[in-house]
Structures are given as structure tokens and as C-alpha cells.
């Protein structure tokens, strides 16, 4: 555990210090998290065993769910910010409850999109390789969550120069 800390740091040391050298914000996130998928899928690989083969089909569907989550999750913040934008200006009930159903489509959404794409996996991978996949993901976000965390705190606590 210690060694993937190690690991999870080490990788977000370097997004961070890419960040700082390029200005760009375009440049910047398309760099940090290539990075970060990167690292992601290596990592995916080894825990889940996955032979040459194995692991190109089910990284083809994959990139091919990742694709349609962001797309989701996209649409899912565009319904919320429209939202804040009402409830700021105080707009009338009935168009609020629109967006409040519409992201409730949209969370649906989200959540068909996962169960489908575990459906998916099972013709391409076992169901041991399927679990470990499920954890590997929880635990993935939450480590980078975490080190994101201790970061920000460490960097708000550092001394200005």
C-alpha cells in the first residue's frame, strides 16, 4: 500500500510540476490527465492479470465507456449549471423542476451506462477480473483524490516566499 502512495505521489508530483511549466490551460489538463489515464490503464493491467490479447479487447471497450461517460457527465454538469443559473436569478418552479427531472435522467443515465458496460465485460474478461476491476476503480479515485488532498493542503500550509 505504502509503495502504491508512493506511486499515486510520485505521479501527481509530476502532473503538478507539468502544470506549473506549461501555461496554457488547454495544454495543461490534456498533458496531466494523458498522464494520469496512462498510469491508469498500466496499473489496470497489472492487477487484473490480463494477457496482450485480453487486454486490447477490453481496453477497446473501455476507452469506448470512458468516451460515452464523459459525454454523459458533460451533459450531466451543463443540466447543473443551468440550474444554478436559474435558482441564482430566482426563475419560476416550473423550469427549475424541468432541469431537476432532466439531471435525474441524466444520473439514470450514468448509472445504466456502468451496469451495461459490466454486462459488456463478461464475454471479454472473468468474473474475477471483473470484481478486481470494480475495486481497482474505487480505489484508484479515492488514492488520487487523497493525494490531490494533501497536496493542496501541503502547498496551502507551505511558507510564501
Known sequence: MK???????????SLLTSIQLFSQERMTRSHGGERIEQFKKVRLMEVMKMDEETSIRFFARYNKYEETMRAIQR?????????QKLAKSHADNP?????IKDIGMCEEKIAE?????L??????????QIAEYVVFERNFN???????RDFAKERWNRPRE
Do not use: G, W
Request: charged content about 25%; hydrophobic content about 45%.
Open 142 to 148: 479515492n488514492n488520487l483524490k487523497e493525494i490531490m
Open 75 to 83: 451533459d450531466h454538469n451543463d443540466l447543473i449549471d443551468q440550474l
Open 119 to 128: 454486462e459488456e465485460l463478461h464475454d471479454v474478461i472473468t468474473v474475477q
Open 113 to 117: 451506462t456502468r451496469s451495461k458496460f
Open 95 to 99: 423550469a427549475m423542476e424541468q432541469l
Open 3 to 13: 509503495s502504491m502512495r508512493l506511486i499515486y505521489s510520485f505521479l501527481i508530483f
